[in-house]
């Protein structure tokens, strides 16, 4: 069996036909967007692994046949169905309930996600448009960076369609909170797999502000523990990148949380109470109209924003200089759109 963590408990995934988890009798299907990716593959695994999907749809511009082939001799519930090419692209969005999209290039030694954009901001933008004109009503989780201008971007695309709703489009910023989990649990000597940590903002440096003050169970930190960890945090995804040295960014832990992002809507969207996962949606009441929180997830997706709750003058100071970064980042984004959609 293998062991997922989701929205604070252990979703466990058997491999066996007996599933452990119970899906209730709504049919869910889930489309990936960019399936043949270094993200989108191992997270195809994982969601075809799941008893939470039924129907799993396969689209990118190259090499999903194969893909879809190799995953569908799997002796797992879900229906795999490969699409591939511009010209499949709506056929591979008819009838999904969730999206998820890792589509895009990964960033370089010496980039900033935002490096991204000018490639990105495309892709997202004609997803979007095919999925505000063929499954208005799905739940979108967006990968691709820069995710402060990508949620955005898709947001914009949904207006523009008349079928916008801030229930449905959100930023996936779950490899955030597994990195501080890791990481807190490491330092502190914790049981990982009860260790939570929230982690707000957005998903880029200085926008990444976890809530260490909020860690639990209940631990203390030194100032310079404070300042240490959260610079880590924030640069996590830069080590993996310098670390791959050319050959991309996370894929495999992104998967992992992208699939544990994606169990918990599914979840909440059978039904189960009291799902929590933060995310990066349209705000409101904020500085910013965009900013990651813990969010309550129910049949229709994000049913509220949980807030920032009680924070350090240190926290509001990182929030503070974040707020700076990710206005920036959404008029982009929405610039963008207004100009070129
Ligand atoms: P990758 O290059 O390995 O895979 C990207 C896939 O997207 C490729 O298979 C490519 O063919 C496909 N693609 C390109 N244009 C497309 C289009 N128009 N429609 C459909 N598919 C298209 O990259 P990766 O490592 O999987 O990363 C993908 C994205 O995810 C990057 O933008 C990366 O920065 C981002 N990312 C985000 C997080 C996060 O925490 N949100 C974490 C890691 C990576
Ligand atoms: C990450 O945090 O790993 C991703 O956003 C990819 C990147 O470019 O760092």
């Known amino acids: ?64 046949k194969g893909v879809g082939a190799d995953l569908s001799h799997i002796e797992t519930k879900a229906k795999v169905q490969a699409f591939v090419g ?35 901001a495309t892709i997202v933008a004609d997803i979007a448009t095919a999925i505000a004109k063929v499954c208005p009503e799905a739940l979108v989780c967006i990968i691709s960076n820069p995710v402060n201008s990508t949620v955005p971007i898709a947001s914009e695309i949904m207006k523009k369609h008349g079928v916008f709703s801030p229930r449905r489009i959100l930023g ?66 830069t080590e993996v990148v310098e670390a791959k040295a050319g050959a991309g960014s996370a894929t495999l832990s992104m998967a992992y949380a992208g699939a544990r992002f994606a169990f918990s809507l599914l979840e909440a ?17 904020l500085e910013t109209s965009y900013f990651a929180t813990p969010l309550l997830f129910g049949r229709q997706g994000v049913e509220k924003s949980l807030g920032v709750g009680k924070i350090t003058d240190f926290e509001q100071k990182l929030i503070q200089v974040a707020v700076k970064e990710l206005k920036a980042n959404i008029e982009k984004g929405v610039k963008f759109v207004n100009e070129v959609y």
């Open 1 to 64: 069996t293998c062991l997922l963590k989701s929205s604070g408990r252990n979703l466990l995934i058997s491999l066996n036909r007996q599933f452990s988890v119970s899906s209730s009798n709504n049919a869910n299907k889930v489309a990936v967007m960019g399936a043949s990716g270094g993200i989108g593959q191992p997270l195809s695994l994982l969601l075809k692994q799941s008893p939470l999907v039924d129907h799993l749809s396969l689209y990118d511009i190259q090499h999903t």
């Open 86 to 120: 511009q010209e499949q692209l709506h056929d591979s969005l008819a009838g999904a309930n969730v999206v998820v999209i890792p589509a895009g290039v990964p960033r370089k030694p010496g980039m900033t996600r935002d490096d991204l954009f000018n490639v990105n």
């Open 172 to 237: 996936v910023t779950t490899l955030d909170i597994v990195r501080a989990n890791t990481f807190v649990a490491e330092l502190k000597g914790l049981d990982v797999t009860k260790t939570s940590v929230p982690v707000v903002g957005g998903h880029s440096g200085n926008t990444i502000v976890p809530l260490l003050s909020q860690v639990s169970p209940t631990v203390q930190f030194t100032q310079e523990e404070l300042e240490a960890l959260t610079k880590r945090i924030q640069n996590a995804g």
């Open 269 to 285: 969207l059978n039904g189960k109470q009291g799902v929590v996962e933060c995310g990066y949606v349209a705000a409101e009441g």
